[in-house]
Every structure is written in structure tokens, then in C-alpha cells.
């Protein structure tokens, strides 16, 4: 079973609800950055801890390796995103995402004649991801 390698992915998906709980700056990229580094340790975890229990489990996750290098540039999932994200801030600590903010406030309404003012409460803050 590969139970370490299961551990890492939960930790990715943990990872993942706390980038998108409107997180920003400094904070942002350093969850950005452990999620990063979580994600390409899924497949680290599983070939050197979990493939140590089990002859046939490693055979299997040995062939998944080479043909997923044989397949490459697919996935793109993978190789484009996990792989060189990864690499871009393991190795050279840059970051190619960034995180956008776009703020929905509510219309406001003036009365010419009066010059009375009522602003309507406006939409929620969108926080999302760009490159």
C-alpha cells in the first residue's frame, strides 16, 4: 500500500484549501511554494519509501516512472506545471504564478436634488490565480 506517498497527497490537498481562503502577499507564496513542493513529492515519496515494502508495487510504480518520462510532454498537468513550477522555485526561487485580486464593490446612488448618498453593499472579493 502506499501509505506515505497517500500522506503527501492529503497534505497537497490541505494545502490547496488554504491558497484559496483569501490568503495574500508574502503568506500566499509561501503556501503557493508548499503546495508546489508537496505535489512533486507525491511521486519522490512513492518511488524511494513506498516501493521499498513491496517488490510488485515497485515494479509498478518503476514502469509508471519511465512511461511517464516516455510520454513527456505529456501529461502537461505534470510536466508544465508540477515539474517546472517546481524546478523554477527549488532552483532558482521564481515563482511564474501569481495571485489576482478583483475587488466588486456596490453601486452608489446619488440624489442630485438633495445630494443624499446610499451605496448598496457590493459583490465578494475574488482572490484567483494567474500566470
Known sequence: ?????????????????????????????????????????VGHVLKNVDSASNPLMK????????????????????????????????????IRAGQGVTIRPGPVHVNLKTGEQHAEPGQPTLYHLCH
Open 1 to 41: 500500500m502506499t501509505i506515505r506517498a497517500r500522506e503527501v497527497l492529503e497534505d497537497c490537498r490541505q494545502a490547496l484549501d488554504e491558497i484559496q481562503d483569501g490568503v495574500v502577499g508574502r503568506q500566499w507564496r509561501i503556501r503557493w511554494i508548499a503546495a508546489i513542493a508537496l505535489l512533486r513529492s
Open 59 to 94: 515494479r509498478h510504480i518503476d514502469e509508471a516512472w519511465v512511461n511517464l518520462v516516455a510520454s513527456k510532454p505529456k501529461p502537461t498537468i505534470f510536466w508544465e506545471f508540477i515539474q517546472k513550477e517546481r524546478n523554477n522555485i527549488l532552483k532558482e526561487y521564481r
